[in-house]
Every structure is written in C-alpha cells, then in structure tokens.
C-alpha cells in the first residue's frame, strides 16, 4: 500500500469483523514499524498495553457498565477545547450528527445516542484493545511525539490489511482503565484503540469525515502578487 493511500483510506471503523482474529506476531510487526516515529532527542516516550480476550472483556465490562449508569467520569487533561468556537464546534457536530444520521438515530433519541457511544467501550467488537500512556513528568513534546507514534500505528495497521479506532472515550474512565491494566501509577492514560479486520458489509463503516482543503490551513510566503 502507497504511504498516501494509507493515509488518505485511514478512517475510524466502529464495526470489526468478530470472525477474523489478529495475531500477537502481526501486532508486534505494527508496533515495530511504528517504533520508528520521531521524537525530540529520540526519547521515545510512548508505553503500549494491548489487551484482548479475558483483559480486554474486563476493561469492556467496567467501563460500559459505568457509562449506561450515567457515569460521566473525568479525564486527567482535556483532550477537546475547554471553550467550543468556530470552526471547530461546527465540525464536530458535523462529525456527530453525520454519524448519528446514517444510523437512522434522531437528535432526540437520547438512549439511542448513549448505546451508539458505549459502542466505543466494547472496542467496537475488534478482537484487540490498545492502549497507550505516557510517564507523568513528560513535557507536551512528548504528548506529539505520543501522537506521532499513535498516527504510525494506524497506518502500519493498514499496511497488514487491519483498521483501527482511536478512542478518547476510554479516558474517561482513566482511573478503572489504568487499574485494570495492574499500570503504574507514574503513567498517565493518552487514549484507546479498536483493532482489527473492518466488517465491510456494516453501515457504519460507510461514514466518511470531510476534510477543510488545503488553502484553508496553509499560508505560502512569500506570497504571490495576484494573492
């Protein structure tokens, strides 16, 4: 697979193919590859805990249930803006009510929106779980080179023929995660992620993201006379 169509075809899947397991071999490859990543002075200061079977339906169990109580947790950093402006809060209602919408799920069906979301705490039925933490006394360098690194897991997801959703919605429940996971408590919960085969045949799968074009982020200097 091209580097740009890895990119370009990466999108979240919330809907895994439960017949089609992954081996620990294949998640080692990705994890290597993806160990390539930069970091300032190479410090590589991303932690990976994957999950599945028995772990993975322990983590699935408490956080769901926690969420269907109406448990609303907390998370250790704010992952969204505190303040919601534009653009950015006219994007992501896009993104929630695109998603909503090719479910069939009304604005007003409240109980249908909360099931949708606790999709995420059953890893979306992929029959891998990962997480990624961070040590607690690393600087926000070290949370993009986490993001780098999280990006290169996905992509080399791709190159196995795998699909991923990342996931901050574990983090709010960070405190039962990090418990679960027996993790130290000098490390800090960045996010979740669903791995594994894509259900082809779900429609949920079909939900497509847009993209703001380039001109709209970009400034070339010097500029162009006839800009």
Same mark, same amino acid.
């Given at each position: 697979m091209h580097v740009n169509e890895a990119i370009v075809g990466r999108q979240s899947i919330r809907a895994f193919d439960t017949s089609r397991d992954v081996s620990n071999d294949i998640i080692k490859n990705i994890l290597g590859v993806a160990g390539r990543s930069p970091s300032g002075s190479n410090i590589q200061p991303w932690? @990976?805990?994957? @999950? =599945?079977?028995?772990?993975?339906?322990? #983590?699935?169990?408490?956080?769901?249930?926690?969420?269907?109580?109406?448990?609303?947790?907390?998370?250790?950093?704010?992952?969204?803006? @505190?303040?919601?402006?534009?653009?950015? #809060?006219?994007?992501?209602?896009?993104?929630?009510?695109? *998603?909503?919408? #090719?479910l069939g799920i009304k604005r007003e069906d409240k109980a249908e929106m909360q099931l949708q979301h606790g999709r995420n705490y059953a890893f979306f039925d992929a029959p891998v779980g990962i997480f990624f933490t961070i040590d607690r006394d690393m600087e926000l360098g070290s949370w993009i080179d986490c993001g780098m690194f999280i990006q290169s897991v996905m992509l080399a997801a =791709?190159?196995?023929?795998?699909?991923?959703?990342?996931?901050?919605?574990?983090?709010?429940?960070?405190?039962?995660?990090?418990? *679960?996971?027996?993790?130290?408590?000098d490390q800090m919960l #960045?996010?979740?992620?669903?791995?594994?085969?894509?259900?082809?045949?779900?429609?949920?799968?079909?939900? =497509?993201?847009?993209?703001?074009?380039?001109?709209?982020?970009?400034?070339? *200097?010097?500029?162009?006379?006839?800009?």
């Open positions: 932690k @990976v805990w994957v @999950v =599945r079977d028995e772990a993975k339906e322990a #983590i699935s169990k408490a956080c769901y249930d926690r969420h269907m109580s109406g448990d609303l947790g907390e998370r250790e950093y704010n992952y969204y803006p @505190v303040n919601w402006r534009e653009p950015y #809060i006219n994007r992501r209602r896009a993104t929630g009510w695109g *998603l909503y919408g #090719i =791709r190159g196995e023929g795998l699909e991923t959703c990342s996931q901050a919605a574990f983090c709010n429940y960070y405190d039962t995660v990090m418990q *679960l996971l027996e993790a130290p408590e #960045i996010c979740g992620m669903s791995l594994g085969y894509a259900a082809s045949e779900s429609v949920v799968n079909t939900f =497509r993201t847009e993209r703001e074009p380039v001109s709209s982020y970009t400034t070339f *200097l010097p500029k162009a006379s006839d800009e």
